[in-house]
């Protein structure tokens, strides 16, 4: 999430992250992690959260990151579903795979 400033919404938290704040605290699906009832607070929340924030002082901008609980990048080890085209052009669902060990190689020129 790119930010201009650290003025953002509850709403707009949950909008680009998926993280809703309700009385309990943080909640995404059925994990909700306590917050301590104060007012949302970005800062403390991302921390909460173990969400990178920082700055660009120069572009006068800030980049939040995903949430990594527990000091790993990654919550689950199941993979969103991924849908492309394969060789002949014919869409293949990465979920097809499902329960079987797959290496991901990502590429990009810049």
């Known amino acids: 999430m790119i930010l201009h400033d650290l003025d953002v919404t509850a709403q707009q938290f949950e ?38 924030l920082v700055q660009d002082a120069e572009r006068a901008l800030w980049a939040l990151g995903p949430s990594s609980l527990g000091g790993r990048a990654l919550t689950t080890a199941e993979a969103p579903e991924l849908v492309l085209p394969d ?11 499902r329960g079987q060990k797959v290496v991901l190689v990502a590429w990009a020129p810049y």
Do not use: Y
């Not at 998926?18 to 309990?24: N, P, R, S």
């Not at 301590?36 to 800062?43: I, R």
């Not at 060789?87 to 795979?97: H, I, K, Q, T, V």
């Open 15 to 52: 909008a680009h992250t998926g993280w809703a704040i309700k009385a309990e605290g943080a909640c995404k699906a059925e994990l909700c992690v306590p917050l301590g009832g104060a007012a949302f607070d970005l800062e403390a929340v991302a921390d909460k959260l173990g969400m990178p």
């Open 87 to 97: 060789l002949d052009g014919r869409p293949f669902a990465l979920s097809s795979l």
